[in-house]
């Protein structure tokens, strides 16, 4: 009978134990008011201090003025133009070279270079657009034309 008594206690303690405790715990209660108040004031903060943008004090702007436009004065054209054509364009200034084509009378030409051997000049083929050298007697340069501006070659 001792074994039972003693059985029956070590089997009642845990039920007893188990009796006391809680099943589960509770969460507490959720205030939905005072959390949405919260929200809605940073939301208010956040927005008030982002769309604050002070306007700088009026400046005086004087007012427009007429101005005279001066209009610059158009320099001369000194482009050099083909005379007595047709005339022959070398590869190189020298006339036993390879002809590179024959330019027409009056044609306007741009002026590259000038040669090291005198009476040669290097222009710009109008037909094929590449370099090519003529015959000072055949090309009319004007004589205001600063020729220093242009490489010796």
Request: with cysteine; aromatic share 8%; glycine share 2%.
């Amino acid at each position: 009978m001792k074994k039972h008594l003693f059985l029956l206690i070590i089997l009642t303690i845990p039920t007893l134990l188990s009796a006391c405790a809680p099943a589960t715990p509770t969460q507490p209660p959720v205030d939905t008011i005072g959390t949405r108040a919260a929200e809605l004031a940073s939301l208010m903060l956040t927005q008030t201090v982002a769309a604050y943008s002070p306007t700088p004090p009026p400046t005086f702007t004087p007012a427009p003025t007429a101005t005279e436009i001066i209009l610059p004065t158009p320099e001369p054209i000194h482009e050099p133009m083909v005379r007595n054509g047709p005339a022959p364009c070398y590869l190189k200034p020298d006339p036993s070279s390879v002809l590179s084509s024959n330019i027409s009378d009056f044609e306007i030409v741009e002026l590259l270079a000038i040669s090291s051997i005198p009476g040669w000049y290097k222009i710009t083929n109008p037909y094929f657009n590449t370099p090519c050298w003529i015959y000072e007697d055949y090309i009319d340069i004007d004589g205001k034309m600063d020729l220093s501006r242009f490489p010796i070659e």
